[in-house]
């Protein structure tokens, strides 16, 4: 739950480092307040906060906290933080058109645990477009880039494909335009506080174009001012649905968008149900100042409402039409079972919420030498069996216990859960912390104990080692050597004459990895490597076929521009996979290969694939385009004049571009339905039923194989009822 500024409780703490010597001039940043300093015997004080969750995050110039959780009920919380070795990040932003740098850009960090959201770093690029945030501690982060005349991008940065301490990444934002609007109640009045996001249009095809993209699911919503007013920058020409969220009303939509230039957009909020109820405790006490919503309080519910001095709670803004939502309900640290709420119009029953589960676990996490391990984190969750039925609500009825969260252990490895149920509970203990000259693995460690166990240890494994050498065909020491995990870890570069390499601080609970070995002159390879606990492996020497570096771009095909993240896979002649590697933000790539003739091929998915480019032994660069297509056009005859109808296409062979059922689009009131698809071979269905359940209805004797060329348009007719002879089959391409 957000909590909201402006009471009088406060948080009191002390940074400091690795050896416990306090740490001055830290940044402190708590959820929903501004950064503070940390004095120069390393202690903060943040001021003016109310009842709530708040997380802290912090950082000196090398080393990174957080996120802390932090619950405050009725007095000060004092918290020490522990600074450890963390990781940088620079983001380059450049636009998508010509790859220019995009001077002034902004930019945010988002922090997170394993259960939601936990606070935000901000900065802003200088002339050479690069956003510099400041070193954290070491997890997956999502940074959200904007600049003028372009629309935001959001990407997931995780640290089991980078390597190092200091992370890279460049972000390419579109051409956009600024959708702005009001969101507003059913009487007009302005809504202020409201959060705006996005959503596909729905649509019947699966395939779709690559540019302008749909809306990212990833994005953080923009929150609407006083005036209730909102700016939302898209890409050009995105098709859309704004949708407008508040905790007092039920949600509302735009309705579909094409986002052609700026417009005004009005979204309008409706009241909604009101639920209503009582939180007691097991005696059947009122409970003032618990907290209940319409999810689960340690991720980001939709609807929250706080009871008065009774117990008593009103939660507004409830869907209409919904057919039922689920309550929870805390209260110092203890929680309620989650109780199933059916929602026929005008339900008025009074729920009763009971705060019963109070249960404890203690514990400790240590190390494989039984040493304390400080500020590991470790996530909890109650374990649902798996013949668990949960009950029709009649008009409620109290479901399994669902809680999970995340806590941190002190600097002693010491840490404690609340609010707990009667039962089995997961934990699982890992360290955020970078290695001396590398972000390793963090470690981690997994059990199931009972609610209410005290003095759990949680041991962290011996980390595991992979050590080998690497030759070149000709028998010398390979040069420019990387070595990566799959798919734990990004490239490290290994320096030593000898073509030697060791990897360390490796997590032994994969079992094994898969070590990708790449060197100058040389084609690419992977080595299964099988770890164990405090044990090194030895990969022996590996001999690396002679090779060279292929260098490509893909492109979209429609207007040229770069396709990124695209799947370039590398075949033989025979079609064994060689190679694979992802496009960067402008379309590039390069993979190492042999010195022989290989196939290239391109994808992404649900857009479509590339020709099946012959590369020969000598070229080095390669240009591939996206998607490459063929239109199939279908006639349905038998079929009644009104009334339901679907034609699908499926997918045969085995170079599906990404997606494997295409649900052809109908052309207007008449039985013809076209398609943009890949090139390929299909089977052709039809079906008087909608949507994906028209692949289980029909009569399967009149399904009709096609073969699809690019370029090409593939026309048939196909009976959808009974006919006394064979359907009619394909007409000519052309």
């Known amino acids: 739950m957000g909590a909201v500024l402006g009471g009088p409780l406060a948080i009191d703490g002390v940074v400091l480092d690795e050896h416990a010597a306090p740490v001055g001039d830290a940044a402190v940043l708590v959820t929903e307040h501004g950064e503070v300093r940390s004095g120069p015997d390393g202690r903060f004080h943040v001021a003016e906060l109310r009842p709530g969750r708040y997380f802290v995050n912090a950082h000196s110039a090398t080393a990174a906290a957080g996120p802390i959780p932090v619950q405050i009920d009725d007095a000060p919380v004092s918290v020490v933080v522990r600074l450890h070795p963390g990781v940088s990040l620079t983001v380059e932003v450049v636009s998508v058109t010509d790859g220019k740098p995009l001077a002034g850009a902004r930019g945010s960090l988002e922090f997170s645990t394993m259960v939601g959201p936990a606070g935000r770093v901000e900065t802003t690029a200088g002339a050479d477009g690069v956003l510099h945030f400041p070193v954290a501690a070491l997890g997956n982060y999502q940074v959200l880039a904007e600049a003028d005349g372009y629309a935001p991008a959001t990407r997931l940065l995780t640290w089991n494909d980078r390597a190092g301490l200091a992370w890279q990444a460049r972000m390419a934002l579109e051409p956009g335009v600024v959708l702005t609007g009001r969101v507003i109640d059913e009487s007009g009045t302005p809504v202020a506080g409201a959060q705006v996001t996005s959503r596909p249009p729905r649509r019947m095809q699966t395939q779709i174009p690559f540019r302008p993209r749909p809306p990212d699911p990833m994005r953080s919503p923009v929150t609407t001012d006083a005036a209730g007013r909102f700016r939302y920058p898209v890409p050009a020409g995105q098709g859309l649905v704004l949708v407008a969220s508040h905790p007092r009303y039920a949600g509302g939509d735009s309705g579909p968008l094409v986002a052609t230039g700026p417009s005004e957009v009005a979204i309008t909020l409706h009241a909604g149900q009101v639920l209503r109820g009582q939180v007691v405790d097991r005696d059947r006490a009122p409970i003032a100042r618990a907290t209940v919503s319409d999810g689960a309080p340690e991720g980001a519910p939709a609807h929250v409402a706080e009871t008065d001095a009774d117990g008593r709670f009103e939660l507004t803004g409830i869907a209409p039409g919904g057919h039922q939502t689920v309550l929870?309900?805390?209260?110092?640290?203890?929680?309620?079972?989650?109780?199933?709420?059916?929602?026929?119009?005008?339900?008025?029953?009074?729920?009763?919420?009971?705060?019963?589960?109070?249960?404890?676990?203690?514990?400790?996490?240590?190390?494989?030498?039984?040493a304390p391990v400080g500020d590991a984190l470790i996530h909890f969750q109650h374990v649902v069996p798996t013949s668990y039925q949960p009950p029709r609500a009649t008009p409620t009825a109290v479901l399994e216990p669902?809680?999970?969260?995340?806590?941190?252990?002190?600097?002693?490895?010491?840490?404690?859960?609340?609010?707990?149920?009667?039962?089995?509970?997961?934990?699982?203990?890992?360290?955020?912390?970078?290695?001396?000259?590398?972000?390793?693995?963090?470690?981690?460690?997994?059990?199931?104990?009972?609610?209410?166990?005290?003095g759990v240890v949680l041991t962290l494994p011996s980390?595991?080692?992979?050590?080998?050498?690497?030759?070149?065909?000709?028998?010398?020491?390979?040069?420019?050597?990387?070595?990566?995990?799959?798919?734990?870890?990004?490239?490290?570069?290994?320096?030593?004459?000898?073509?030697?390499?060791?990897?360390?601080?490796?997590?032994?609970?994969?079992?094994?990895?898969?070590?990708?070995?790449?060197?100058?002159?040389?084609?690419?390879?992977?080595?299964?490597?099988?770890?164990?606990?405090?044990?090194?492996?030895?990969?022996?020497?590996?001999?690396?076929?002679?090779?060279?570096?292929?260098?490509g771009r893909v492109l979209e095909t429609t207007a040229g521009g770069p396709v990124g993240n695209a799947l370039v896979s590398v075949d033989g002649p025979e079609g064994t996979r060689i190679a694979s590697c992802r496009t960067d933000e402008l379309g590039g790539f390069e993979v190492d290969v042999p010195d022989d003739p290989v196939v290239v091929h391109a994808t992404v998915a649900g857009v479509g694939g590339s020709r099946f480019e012959l590369v020969p032994a000598a070229r080095t660069t390669v240009e591939l385009h996206l998607p490459e297509t063929g239109r199939l056009e279908v006639t349905v005859t038998g079929a009644p004049p009104t009334g339901p109808l679907t034609v699908a296409a499926t997918r045969t062979d085995a170079n599906d571009g990404g997606f494997r059922i295409v649900m052809l689009d109908r052309d207007g009131p008449a039985p013809t339905f076209h398609a943009e698809v890949s090139p390929g071979e299909y089977v052709v269905h039809a079906s008087p039923t909608v949507g994906l359940a028209a692949l289980k209805n029909g009569d399967i004797r009149h399904d009709l194989a096609i073969a699809v060329a690019v370029g090409e348009t593939q026309k048939l007719s196909m009976a959808i009822a009974p006919a006394a002879g064979p359907a009619a089959g394909p007409a000519a391409g052309h």
């Open 328 to 370: 929870y309900a805390e209260a110092r640290g203890a929680r309620a079972s989650p109780v199933l709420v059916a929602l026929p119009d005008g339900f008025a029953a009074s729920i009763e919420l009971v705060v019963d589960h109070d249960q404890r676990i203690t514990g400790t996490v240590v190390d494989a030498s039984g």
């Open 402 to 454: 669902m809680a999970a969260g995340e806590v941190r252990a002190d600097g002693n490895g010491s840490f404690a859960i609340s609010g707990l149920a009667a039962g089995e509970i997961q934990l699982l203990a890992r360290v955020p912390t970078a290695a001396a000259d590398r972000a390793a693995l963090p470690l981690m460690v997994g059990t199931t104990v009972r609610a209410g166990d005290d």
């Open 463 to 551: 980390p595991a080692r992979i050590r080998g050498r690497v030759i070149t065909s000709t028998g010398r020491p390979a040069t420019g050597l990387e070595v990566s995990l799959a798919p734990f870890g990004g490239p490290i570069r290994v320096d030593d004459a000898d073509g030697r390499f060791e990897l360390e601080q490796l997590d032994p609970a994969p079992g094994s990895y898969q070590v990708h070995l790449t060197a100058a002159g040389a084609a690419a390879a992977e080595v299964k490597a099988t770890v164990t606990a405090g044990k090194t492996t030895d990969l022996g020497v590996i001999t690396l076929e002679a090779g060279h570096r292929l260098h």
